[in-house]
């Protein structure tokens, strides 16, 4: 059961202009929502996260935005950068309960950024 | 650099043979938590501590996983009587209980069992 997806494996974006990576989720419970950026051999680095009580949150190039009616969320990378080329991984978390902040990923998106 | 550091960060090993990787997390944090990535998907949870305690462990950490975490300080993840199928990116992260919920990860231990 994969309860956060990205259903796009790869997206190719020209230098300058802006990049929109997906995510959808299933489960109700999760509260609490985070951007990971990933290069080859190295461990997930922290982008950017955004709580349901609010729809958007931005933090320099990276904004998220978040529709809960919808249970989906994107990454939005205003203007792109080659050095932004790497793997995204949505993850979401349910805070309250036994669930101890665990996060649940998607599959990852692989973005290239060409000069 | 006080994030969270791992060791070693590649392991080749016989099929058969123990294993065990060690976790350092950022040092105020009392939350720990292993996930191993296989390749083409996102990181799967394993297992969570809070300080020394063993709060959850997921389905996918068989009898032949144990993690450790003895004085809430650094953690191992031991794996014995390793198959094939145990190759794959371990990963722990740590994180602050009260200040957010934001997981901070190391490089990683890359497994590889022939």
């Known amino acids: 059961d994969q309860q956060v997806k990205q259903n796009s494996p790869s997206l190719s974006v020209q230098e300058g202009r802006i990049s929109i990576l997906n995510c959808d989720y299933t489960?109700?419970?999760?509260?609490?929502f985070l951007w990971y950026k990933k290069y080859p051999a190295e461990g997930p680095t922290f982008l950017i996260s955004i709580s349901s009580i609010k729809d958007k949150n931005e933090d320099g190039r990276f904004t998220v935005f978040l529709n809960k009616s919808a249970k989906h969320l994107s990454l939005h990378i205003v203007p792109s950068q080659p050095g932004d080329s790497a793997v995204y991984f949505c993850?979401?978390?349910?805070?309250?309960?036994?669930?101890?902040?665990?996060?649940?990923f998607g599959q990852g998106t692989i973005l290239t950024v060409h000069p | 650099d006080t994030g969270v550091s791992q060791d070693p960060r590649h392991k080749i090993t016989k099929r058969g043979q123990n294993v065990t990787f060690r976790c350092d997390p950022i040092s105020e944090h009392n939350r720990l938590y292993w996930y191993r990535q296989t390749l083409g998907q996102g990181p799967e949870f394993l297992t969570y501590?809070?300080?020394?305690?063993?709060?959850?462990k997921s389905r996918l950490l068989s009898d032949r996983f144990s993690a450790e975490r003895p004085k809430g300080s650094f953690s191992t993840l031991e794996i014995q009587r390793t198959e094939q199928g145990d190759s794959a990116m371990y990963l722990c992260?740590?994180?602050?209980?009260?200040?957010?919920?934001?997981?901070?990860f190391g490089p990683g231990t890359r497994l590889t069992v022939l």
């Open positions: 501590f809070q300080n020394e305690a063993q709060l959850e």
């Open positions: 992260a740590s994180s602050l209980e009260g200040v957010g919920d934001t997981q901070y």
């Open positions: 993850a979401a978390s349910a805070r309250g309960g036994t669930s101890y902040g665990k996060l649940t």
């Open positions: 489960n109700s419970m999760f509260d609490y």
